[in-house]
């Protein structure tokens, strides 16, 4: 918009001095006519007789001048340059050539700036050429009055000029920019994770910005694609021979009755369940990172899979002595669209969390509650708590409670929950219970 209305500054500026200067020559013109037809008129009134020199002096003349405005008049006539008539201060051009062409010039009389006129002529008195000069000035507020007028009516032209060029310009940039705003927008109402290519409708002109947009996120798409391919593959690597190393230690620690013996392998032990714990888990992140872009939506039976997850959990819960209660369901079905891989990963990082940090002989409950508008799973345990970790907002990676430094994990589980809630439109947060332990409550929509 700056270089539209820095032009229109520059076109209005033009405008008033090409308007100034032609009104100024325009009215100089006039009234240089004007001074030209009087000393001419004057001249066509003298007459030369025998012993001197007769001058009728045209007042019609004075008074077609006077007529235009309030200006002033002066004249003088010289003859042989001895004053006849006239202003004597009004001084005669030096310079004048004798003809019957008058010369035009500006001088101040009085104080008053005056346009004169000046014309020389010869006449032949007793046989003698005498040189007869005739002047005739003007002075020009009536030339200052116009050029105001005009001035003034140039300059609201001009204002209203650039006030139509800035109302256009802001016209013109806004309809252009309009595309570029309503593509920006379609590209940030977007998701962190959704990578697909724009499609919005835009101008021709924005073809190669929205070509070489689509190009970057292609290039971005492939990039990530071969970090999760190359983390998956890295778990499944590292996760295999971590479970032999555990097999292993655990058969030399029932074999071995050395106690500084057995306090290593309990360590090698300790760390390989750490290890694999962590692979496991940057498995799952790895694999929510892959389906939030693909964006796989079927219409499931919320109850049901919670059912599932909480069965594949069971055999866990009950080498710890815990049992996991999922019986308080709804009586008619649970129905949301949703990816079930996504929804299977959540659900089952809740449970484990839940069973990680409850002590033997304690219940985990699950809850699942409906309203018109989302469904609400709580899983609430018993256990220790989570002391130093946000209950509500977003969750950072390998970020663990204050109060869990000895049990096994690797801070990614809550993290992993929150990327879910942000892919499928839902909400994870989680409540200290009064009586001790978690409440952690997702809210998906129906």
Same mark, same amino acid.
């Given at each position: 918009?700056?270089?539209?209305?820095?032009?229109?500054?520059?076109?209005?500026?033009?405008?008033?001095?090409?308007?100034?200067?032609?009104?100024?020559?325009?009215?100089?013109?006039?009234?240089?006519?004007?001074?030209?037809?009087?000393?001419?008129?004057?001249?066509?009134?003298?007459?030369?007789?025998?012993?001197?020199?007769?001058?009728?002096?045209?007042?019609?003349?004075?008074?077609?001048?006077?007529?235009? &405005?309030?200006?002033?008049?002066?004249?003088?006539?010289?003859?042989?340059?001895?004053?006849?008539?006239?202003?004597?201060?009004?001084?005669?051009?030096?310079?004048?050539?004798?003809?019957?062409?008058?010369?035009?010039?500006?001088?101040?009389?009085?104080?008053?700036?005056?346009?004169?006129?000046?014309?020389? @002529?010869?006449?032949?008195?007793?046989?003698?050429?005498?040189?007869?000069?005739?002047?005739?000035?003007?002075?020009?507020?009536?030339?200052?009055?116009?050029?105001?007028?005009? @001035?003034?009516?140039?300059?609201?032209?001009?204002?209203?000029?650039?006030?139509?060029?800035?109302?256009?310009?802001?016209?013109?940039?806004? /309809?252009?920019?309009?595309?570029?705003?309503?593509?920006?927008?379609?590209?940030?109402?977007?998701?962190?994770?959704?990578?697909?290519?724009?499609?919005?409708?835009?101008?021709?002109?924005?073809?190669?910005?929205?070509?070489?947009?689509?190009?970057?996120?292609?290039?971005?798409?492939?990039?990530?694609?071969?970090?999760?391919?190359?983390?998956?593959? !890295?778990?499944?690597?590292?996760?295999?021979?971590?479970?032999?190393?555990?097999?292993?230690?655990?058969? !030399?620690?029932?074999?071995?009755?050395?106690?500084?013996?057995?306090?290593?392998?309990?360590?090698?032990?300790?760390?390989?369940?750490? @290890? /694999?714990?962590?692979?496991?888990?940057?498995?799952?992140?790895?694999?929510?990172?892959?389906?939030?872009?693909?964006?796989?939506?079927?219409?499931?039976?919320? !109850?049901?899979?919670?059912?599932?997850?909480?069965?594949?959990?069971?055999?866990?819960?009950?080498?710890?002595?815990?049992?996991?209660?999922?019986?308080?369901?709804?009586?008619?079905?649970?129905?949301?669209?949703?990816?079930?891989?996504?929804?299977?990963?959540?659900?089952?990082?809740?449970?484990?969390?839940?069973?990680?940090?409850?002590?033997?002989?304690?219940?985990?409950?699950?809850?699942?509650?409906?309203?018109?508008?989302?469904?609400?799973? &709580?899983?609430?345990?018993?256990?220790?708590?989570?002391?130093?970790?946000?209950?509500?907002?977003?969750?950072?990676?390998?970020?663990?409670? &204050?109060?869990?430094?000895?049990?096994?994990?690797?801070?990614?589980?809550?993290?992993?929950?929150?990327?879910?809630?942000?892919?499928?439109?839902?909400?994870?947060?989680?409540?200290?219970?009064?009586?001790?332990?978690?409440?952690?409550?997702?809210?998906?929509?129906?």
């Amino acid at each position: 918009m700056l270089p539209l209305v820095s032009a229109a500054i520059v076109i209005s500026l033009l405008f008033l001095l090409v308007m100034r200067q032609i009104t100024e020559q325009a009215v100089q013109a006039t009234q240089d006519a004007l001074l030209k037809t009087a000393v001419s008129s004057i001249l066509e009134h003298t007459r030369s007789t025998d012993y001197n020199v007769e001058i009728d002096l045209p007042y019609d003349v004075f008074t077609m001048l006077g007529a235009i &405005s309030e200006d002033k008049i002066y004249y003088r006539i010289d003859l042989d340059g001895d004053l006849l008539t006239g202003y004597e201060e009004l001084e005669l051009a030096s310079t004048a050539p004798v003809g019957l062409d008058p010369v035009l010039s500006s001088t101040v009389i009085r104080g008053v700036k005056v346009r004169k006129a000046t014309l020389r @002529s010869r006449l032949f008195i007793s046989g003698t050429p005498r040189v007869i000069s005739i002047a005739v000035a003007q002075s020009q507020l009536f030339q200052e009055s116009i050029l105001a007028e005009i @001035s003034r009516n140039a300059t609201i032209i001009g204002i209203g000029f650039l006030a139509f060029s800035i109302f256009m310009a802001l016209l013109v940039t806004t /309809s252009f920019l309009r595309p570029v705003n309503l593509l920006a927008d379609a590209v940030s109402r977007r998701g962190p994770h959704d990578l697909r290519d724009v499609k919005h409708p835009t101008p021709l002109e924005m073809l190669p910005l929205v070509s070489s947009l689509n190009g970057f996120i292609r290039r971005l798409r492939g990039t990530l694609r071969q970090t999760e391919n190359f983390i998956a593959e !890295a778990a499944h690597h590292i996760r295999t021979p971590l479970s032999v190393v555990k097999s292993e230690s655990q058969l !030399a620690l029932r074999k071995s009755t050395n106690p500084e013996s057995r306090k290593h392998l309990h360590n090698i032990i300790g760390a390989v369940d750490r @290890s /694999s714990r962590s692979a496991s888990q940057l498995l799952d992140h790895a694999l929510v990172l892959y389906r939030s872009e693909k964006n796989n939506m079927d219409r499931l039976d919320l !109850a049901n899979l919670i059912l599932q997850v909480a069965d594949s959990l069971r055999p866990a819960a009950d080498l710890r002595d815990i049992s996991i209660s999922a019986e308080t369901f709804p009586c008619e079905p649970v129905f949301i669209t949703a990816d079930p891989i996504l929804i299977e990963v959540a659900l089952r990082n809740m449970l484990d969390n839940a069973i990680k940090y409850s002590n033997p002989d304690q219940i985990v409950q699950i809850l699942l509650k409906m309203d018109d508008a989302t469904a609400e799973i &709580s899983v609430i345990d018993q256990g220790r708590g989570i002391e130093g970790v946000n209950i509500t907002g977003p969750r950072k990676r390998f970020r663990r409670g &204050s109060n869990v430094e000895d049990v096994v994990g690797s801070g990614l589980g809550l993290a992993i929950i929150s990327e879910i809630c942000v892919t499928v439109g839902g909400t994870f947060s989680l409540k200290k219970n009064k009586g001790g332990g978690t409440c952690a409550h997702l809210r998906l929509p129906v």
